[in-house]
């Protein structure tokens, strides 16, 4: 359970969370350059909005009319999508939420998160001037070989009419970005880039090979991934150029920081009360692991039990079946501690990444919400890379006990009973858009609040493999705050990470590389406890309410941010500071 030395850090913090309002017109009957005047018409516009800019996300929903397009990314174009997006902000906020019903604020709230999120990406962090990881997402050719949504000339056509758009848009960002850039940043999207080529020359060549009827558009497949690959080629050329003169660059500073919870998690706190938190909860679980190794062999220090621990692992080849089986029973331990409801029958096939996903070591991919018939979700969980040297792949695979906690963050009850429960909102909005602190922070509740339910049956060894899950995500948070909002470096971030969260020295450096382009890493600790907060107020203002209760209640307001839910929960009067 959490203990009580965060507690007043967090009331403090919860205290001034709201999406809700907002310095803006406060008549309901002004419209905003296209914005209709009637709410749940703008809604659909604003989304269609984003869609438009951003067709890769539409895609991933399963809105194939945006299949194998690109967003145009010249300097016209972004000018373009910095108004409109402003203008839907302010057509949302002109929106009095007196006038609205309760599942309409929540709808506006979240369109206000994911508008106001876009916005500070585009214009506080200038991403298309200074990331040349931004353009990678929209590059989603992958979506058309893993799941047969559509007949495979449909989805070939998707990625030729891609391919033959990559060169002009690679040229885009190679005239957009303006160098010298973060060689973090730089070395992260080079990895990224020689990654698809070989993704396009083997996977997505090979997908179409093996088709055994010709397609009526099969001659244009290979010249298409010819380009793509040729495309692709020409822009890791440019990355390398640029890596030489890479720099240090990448923070964001205490105020840009601050602005960046607040527009995209609704949060508005101070650095103080952040570091209070991160401290606390750190701390909390540095001496809950020493006392969970202290049960297991009181004689030895902690790490030499946890390096102990690390060694129960199974066979390379037993990984997927273990998975498999570990997601059956959660499932049934779900249901049978009325942990929460299970509202499809719909369940995510554990199998082996395949080789150009292969960049984390376990996650899941799940269908789109919008897409017209069943689909797959696949819980992915990849194999050490045959190139490493023996003992490093003996060290990556997951210790049983990892596995199982890794298990709940992405199936049941993570992030896959959440993609369940979202696809039965009562409204599109709520199905279709996330915010990074309630997606996250849900997958790392579960982890701490399974393991207080019973499952891995309450050992130290299960307490062991859920700290270790913890104690990452502390050190992000951290190390979070430290490198944008302090002094912090990558070398000093990197030995915390082997010092505080028990990871060896390769992953330590890719999490503290992680930090200096995904500042909002720190979502999970902080979503957790800001869940954690909210269970306990709403528990005591329903005397006789379960647990699962709670969490069916929570789910159902889809991924919205967390202060939002708090508000449709516990009533405005539980949130202060409207924005």
């Keep these: 359970m959490l203990r009580a030395m965060s507690r007043r850090s967090l009331i403090a913090l919860v205290g001034l969370v709201a999406c809700s309002g907002g310095k803006g017109p406060s008549t309901s009957t002004k419209v905003w350059g296209d914005a209709p005047e009637r709410f749940e018409d703008l809604a659909a516009v604003v989304a269609n909005h984003i869609y438009r800019f951003d067709p890769a996300k539409a895609v991933s929903l399963g809105l194939h009319r945006y299949d194998g397009l690109l967003p145009d990314r010249t300097p016209a174009a972004i000018e373009e999508e910095r108004v409109q997006l402003e203008r839907d902000r302010d057509a949302l906020l002109s929106h009095d939420a007196k006038t609205l019903t309760p599942l309409q604020q929540d709808e506006r709230d979240v369109l206000l998160a994911e508008v106001r999120g876009r916005l500070f990406r585009l214009v506080d962090m200038d991403v298309a001037r200074t990331n040349p990881m931004s353009y990678t997402p929209a590059i989603n050719l992958d979506a058309y070989i893993l799941r047969d949504y559509a007949p495979a000339a449909d989805r070939a056509a998707a990625v030729i009419r891609m391919c033959k758009s990559l060169p002009g848009y690679l040229a885009q960002a190679r005239t957009n970005l ?8 730089i070395a992260t999207a080079l990895l990224q880039t020689k990654g698809m080529v070989t993704f396009v020359d083997k996977d ?33 050329a440019w990355l390398e150029a640029q890596l030489p003169r890479g720099t240090q660059d990448f923070r964001l500073g205490t105020e840009k920081f601050l602005r960046m919870l607040a527009e995209t998690q609704g949060v508005e706190t101070d650095v103080a009360r952040l570091r209070a938190m991160a401290d606390a909860d750190l701390a909390r679980n540095l001496a809950a692991m020493t006392e969970a190794a202290k049960a297991i062999d009181p004689a030895r220090p902690t790490a030499a039990v946890v390096a102990a621990m690390a060694k129960d692992q199974p066979a390379a080849t037993d990984v997927i079946a273990l998975a498999t089986a570990q997601t059956r029973a959660m499932r049934q331990f779900v249901l049978d501690h009325k942990i929460a409801s299970i509202p499809s029958d719909e369940d995510a096939t554990v199998m082996e990444s395949p080789a150009f996903l292969r960049y984390n070591s376990a996650f899941l991919n799940a ?20 190139a490493w040297s023996a003992a490093e792949q003996a060290a990556y695979i997951p210790p049983k006990m990892d ?9 049941y009850p993570g992030h896959f009973l959440q993609r369940l429960h979202k696809a039965k909102a009562p409204s599109r909005t709520l199905q279709a858009f996330c915010t990074y ?33 913890a ?22 971030a990197t030995q915390l990470f082997a010092d505080k969260a028990f990871v060896d020295p390769g992953n330590a450096k890719q999490q503290a590389t992680r930090a200096t382009f995904d500042p909002m890493y720190l979502s999970y600790t902080l979503g957790k406890l800001m869940i954690h907060d909210l269970r306990t107020a709403w528990l005591a203002a329903h005397p006789g309410a379960t647990l699962g209760q709670f969490h069916d209640e929570f789910l159902s307001h889809g991924c919205a941010p967390i202060p939002v839910i708090r508000r449709a929960m516990l009533g405005s009067s539980s949130v202060t500071k409207p924005r």
Excluded at 178 to 185: K, T
Excluded at 211 to 236: R, S, W, Y
Excluded at 474 to 489: K, P, Q, S, Y
């Design 178 to 185: 303006q160098p010298p850039m973060p060689a973090p940043w």
């Design 204 to 236: 997505v060549r090979q997908t179409f090979a093996m088709i055994t009827i010709p397609l009526a558009n099969q001659a244009e497949i290979d010249p298409a991934i010819d380009t793509c690959k040729a495309a692709l080629a020409e822009h890791v």
């Design 367 to 386: 269908s789109g919400v919008f897409e017209t018939r069943p689909l797959p979700s696949f819980y992915y969980i990849s194999p050490p890379d045959p």
């Design 403 to 411: 596995l199982l906690f890794t298990t709940i963050h992405e199936v």
């Design 437 to 469: 602190s309630n997606s996250e922070g849900w997958a790392h509740y579960t982890e701490e609040m399974m393991f207080d339910a019973g499952a891995g049956g309450g050992t130290p060894q299960a307490r062991i493999g859920m700290l270790k899950e």
């Design 471 to 492: 104690l990452l995500r502390n050190v992000r948070f951290v190390v979070a705050l430290g490198i944008h909002t302090g002094t912090m470096t990558v070398e000093e």
